[in-house]
């Protein structure tokens, strides 16, 4: 199987997938034009909004929270329906922008952990900065 990209679709019955590099099919004027693609969604007791993948994420906490929703595909390009996972690891800890050669230690659970109780590489960085800024110019 494969992630299938964003794509546009008609919104009736006769009509196919489009990529985005492909011109549109004619605009009616009822909106039937959809553009599908892959979505973050925060599990909790409520669930959550889409959230859309370009967005920043929320906040990671020590459990598996943020599932992904997306088109599945056969490697000959065969859409077979909507694939729905949570975040691997590695992909929480890019989101907490550790870099990719980062080892965490463990079973699933005690990484996921290890990750929500951490500051985020980039925030940290920014907090030490303005930290240092505030002591220098006193």
Known sequence: MALVEPFFM???????????????????????IALCE???V????RGSL?????NPIDTVTTVDRFSL?????????????IGY????????SAAMSFPAHYTWTGK???VLRQIGNAIP?????????????????K
């Open 85 to 92: 996972r949570m975040l691997t690891p590695a992909e929480l």
């Open 69 to 81: 929703v997306e088109g599945l595909a056969l490697n000959d390009g065969t859409e077979i329906g």
């Open 121 to 137: 590489v980039q925030t940290a960085k920014a907090l030490l900065k303005a930290m240092l800024r505030q002591t220098i110019c």
């Open 50 to 54: 889409p959230i859309p993948l370009t």
């Open 42 to 45: 925060k599990y909790n007791t």
């Open 10 to 32: 008609g919104q009736h019955s006769c009509s196919a997938p489009r990529n985005l590099d492909q011109p549109l099919m004619t605009v009616a004027t009822a909106g039937a």
């Open 108 to 110: 699933r659970k005690d």
């Open 38 to 40: 892959p979505f973050l």
